[in-house]
């Protein structure tokens, strides 16, 4: 860090489900931080990626996709969401270009209009829509919110995310940095051990499973050979989805334990021996023990 004026503050990113919040997170800090899948509702709690632009710390709180709750989870979900814009100094929102326009997308601007926040406009996946359709889209949902800003951006290739970041960088409150420069995220190792099991779990499973069962961390150990312990359980809410994640012969959960601890391997560097653990919790999304352990509200 150089003697240069420094700014710091957060930045909420908010849209609706699977617009890409978690991947411009990472593109931005550089190393996950946030899990990623391509079903929706994959984030379940605020998720601070921490990372240096110029002379600017930014921390970005990627936060659960905001949709029409229906389940006790949902509205925690969501009031997570929420209560990120909260904490905010900048609010972006952003939009998946290919699927446009949409019912959450406009639920999600007719709130921040009431709330009088004026965000930053994200259109993500530029390089999936024509050009010409972008620019109608751009129109079409500036005329219905207030944005400060539009960026037209590609956060899995990096198309013009530098120009979001400086922008960003420029318009942070002067403040001495909150994080240790080297700092990508708020996230102890273990609980992000534990959202890369889950992100497995999301990658393999069938379509509903995965939003069925939570993932916790019960020991992270240093050994004296410095590699370090980790055992992780999967808790579903029946025994026959146990049955679905082991596996034939265990070899589901297997496959899911191996594909994490190489993900955990690279991003530690070093060695890591993870034990995966399956047990049935029925009604655990009515446990508030569960919720704290997310940060979300429980009621």
Known sequence: MTDAVTRCGFVALIGAPNAGKSTITNNFVGSKVSIVSPKVQTTRTQVKGIGVFENTQIIFLDTPGIFKPKRRLDKAMVGAAWDGVGDADMVILVVDAKRGFDDETRSIIARLNKRKIEAIL??????????EKLLGLSQAINQEGSFKETFFISAETGQNTQDLYKYIADNLPQSPWYYPEDQMSDMPLKML??????EKLFLYLRQE???ELTVEPELWERKEDGSVRAEITIYVARDSQKVIILGRGGQMIKRIGQSARKEIEELLEERVHLFLFVKVRENWQDDAERYRTWGLKFD
């Open 193 to 198: 051990a534990a959202e890369i099991v889950r």
């Open 209 to 211: 499973l995965p939003y």
């Open 122 to 131: 994200v259109l993500n996946k530029i390089d999936l829509i024509q050009k």
